[in-house]
């Protein structure tokens, strides 16, 4: 059982920076295909981006595009979300989710991930 676990949230301003960290109960990510989703207050649960574990390409929403990077990086922090030019409508909870890489499920699609993080609290404000 994988249960993941977000670090990073917090508030900043609008124009500002935060990175998000998702670890994995002491273990590492092989394997799995790693998404990261939002959810803003009386919306719908939204794609944020993906990083597939075969090749590391990486799949990100519209809305994020050219500003949020996600990454990997070492086994305390295996994967991460880069979140620059942050706008108030980033405002929302930021969840990691897991799949394993060799189901061909779609990237974007919450029902493709397993495993689910409790979320952390990103609040942007002007």
């Known amino acids: 059982q994988v249960q993941l676990v977000e670090s990073g949230g917090g508030w900043v301003q609008a124009g500002g920076s935060l990175r998000l960290s998702c670890a994995a109960n002491g273990r590492t990510f092989s394997g799995y295909d790693m998404g990261w989703f939002r959810q803003a207050p009386g919306k719908e649960r939204e794609f944020v981006g993906a990083l597939q574990w075969s090749g590391g390409t990486t799949y990100y929403g519209d809305s994020v595009k050219g500003r949020f990077t996600i990454a990997r990086g070492n086994p305390k922090d295996p994967v991460h979300l880069k979140m620059n030019s942050l706008k108030l409508e980033d405002t929302a909870v930021y969840y990691c989710?897991?799949?394993?890489?060799?189901?061909?499920?779609?990237?974007?699609?919450?029902?493709?991930?397993?495993?689910w993080g409790q979320g952390t609290q990103v609040t942007v404000s002007s």
């Open positions: 989710a897991a799949k394993w890489g060799a189901l061909d499920q779609p990237m974007g699609v919450m029902t493709s991930y397993a495993y």
